[in-house]
């Protein structure tokens, strides 16, 4: 594919993508909760899509073809469980968090910690592990990207140059308006992710497969058999399916409905969305497997396989992949900055006008936007892996948001080191390549992060607002 046509191509996409970023500034007020969470004003389709295309990122098209392809079906039962457990969590989480956010102002999810639990302590704890936890994965979009136009472009674009771009669009579409800026654009990259992907799916089917109309085990039938241990099944597994609670762009995104009918739409649109663009991305790893066996690198699966259909519609799937990207990496960036200025920057001086905590807030969007794109530079394999792997950290949340809903006795103490803690132990594990018993980081650390939010909340006292907490959210959730 010609370097010039990709680029013109990416300018046009970058074009469209700004004007609508420039309709969304014309209407932002500039407060913390105008730019981050549009005023908790969204309507269910924006928030539906925003949600799905902050979700379903470049990790799809590039890293789950690329482990379906390298591992085979497995891989679906893998992203189902993934999609099982958000919508499950969804349902029980979605409006207790569009409730509490509505009652105590709430911006990010970290300051839910800091509300619930009287200690803005546990806030910044929740904010720094996230930080440090959504740098690699916030870097996977730049990845996946960098793969995809290196190798259809025959090395003309090369690596770096391609996350530059797509850092650059990450950049503009987050710092200019905000999440409005970013769920309009998402409305518009969520659509051609799903239409594209649609579009490649047909062709594979019914052009490069002559056995379209079989059984889809004559594809590969090596690509049907199970072959994760189930120990590596659980590793990768655990983190995905709490990842609705866990990762903090995602969650973010509960405050932003407008009102109830639109968090139904929100849950609903997603779910369809979802398992859609799940069977497609499993197909095509799946169909890579039979056409082209033997690429060495997994991940650049889905780029060989763009080259073997034809150029407008490699095109527009190629746009497609950097929708996903961009979409999930302005997310990540947008949650991220609003963490810094509300739960570290607060925390640290309370009493800072809004103005200024706004502005430090917008400064640290071209930071994170410069780490993401130097640690992309490292090319780490199996960005499936490494998603997980970030997933697997921020799961060390998962004590301190049980308790924050349903745990009266929970406490500042217990939430605060079981952050810390698990997130130290998962950490460690990762780095050094330990596997107790053959477990992977994430189920140890949940274990620990656990053990050590019930033993010290069991033994310190909760805060003086639990109850009226809990309480309050009870006569919300009636009205649903």
């Known amino acids: 594919m010609s370097a010039s046509v990709l680029i013109y191509s990416i300018l046009a996409w970058f074009a469209l993508g700004a004007f609508l970023s420039w309709r969304a500034k014309k209407k932002q007020a ?25 979700t379903y990122s470049a990790f799809m098209m590039v890293g789950l073809v690329g482990i379906t392809y390298k591992t085979g079906i497995t891989s679906l039962g893998f992203e189902l469980s993934y999609l099982i457990g958000t919508i499950f969590l969804l349902m029980i989480f979605a409006p207790r968090y569009w409730s509490a956010g509505k009652l105590y102002s709430v911006v990010t999810p970290s300051e839910m910690f800091s509300v619930r639990y009287e200690s803005p302590k546990v806030g910044a704890a929740a904010a720094f592990l996230c930080l440090i936890m959504l740098i690699p994965y916030a870097s996977v979009q730049l990845m996946g990207t960098g793969y995809l136009l290196e190798t259809l472009s025959n090395g003309a674009i090369s690596f770096t140059t391609a996350t ?11 710092w200019w308006a ?43 039938p090596n690509a049907m058999k199970v072959t994760w241990p189930f120990p590596m099944f659980l590793g990768l597994t655990l983190p995905w399916f709490f990842f609705a609670v866990t990762n903090p762009q995602v969650v973010q995104r509960l405050y932003i409905p407008k009102n109830k009918t639109s968090i139904r739409n929100m849950i609903l649109g997603f779910s369809s969305f979802g398992f859609i663009y799940t069977l497609l991305c499993v197909f095509f790893g799946i169909s890579a497997s039979k056409l082209i066996p033997g690429i060495s690198v997994a991940d650049k699966a889905m780029p060989r396989l763009l080259s073997m ?19 999930t990496m302005n997310s990540i960036i947008l949650t991220l900055s609003s963490m810094f200025g509300r739960d570290i920057l607060k ?18 969007i071209p930071i994170i936007t410069g780490v993401c794109l130097l640690f992309a530079q490292y090319k780490l394999n199996m960005i499936a892996v490494l998603s997980s792997m970030a997933s697997g950290g921020l799961l060390m949340q998962l004590p301190a948001i049980w308790g924050t809903f349903f ?28 596997k107790p018993l053959g477990l992977w ?34 006569e919300e959730l009636e009205k649903f």
């Open 407 to 434: 745990w009266r006795k929970a406490t500042a103490e217990g939430a605060f080191w079981s952050i810390v803690i698990g997130g130290l132990a998962v950490g460690s594990m990762y780095v050094t390549g330990m």
């Open 441 to 474: 980081p994430p189920v140890w650390g949940i274990i620990i992060s656990f053990a050590v939010f019930l033993a010290l909340s069991l033994f310190t006292t909760p805060p003086s607002n639990a109850d009226g907490f809990i309480d309050s959210l009870k």
């Open 30 to 54: 500039e407060s913390m909760a105008e730019y981050f969470i549009g005023n908790r004003s969204i309507g269910g389709f924006l928030s539906s899509m925003t949600y799905s295309a902050t």
């Open 347 to 364: 925390a640290l001086n309370p009493n800072i006008p809004e103005e200024k905590e706004l502005l430090l807030s917008k400064i640290l």
């Open 164 to 174: 530059i771009i797509i850092a650059l669009m990450s950049f503009v579409f987050s």
């Open 309 to 327: 259909v034809p150029y407008p519609l490699a095109l527009i799937v190629t746009l497609s992949i950097i929708a996903a990207a961009v979409s």
């Open 178 to 220: 905000g999440i409005r800026s970013v769920a309009l654009t998402d409305a518009l990259q969520a659509s051609v992710m799903l239409i594209a992907s649609a579009m490649l799916a047909a062709f594979v089917a019914f052009v490069l497969l002559p056995d379209a109309g079989e059984s889809i085990k004559t594809i590969n």
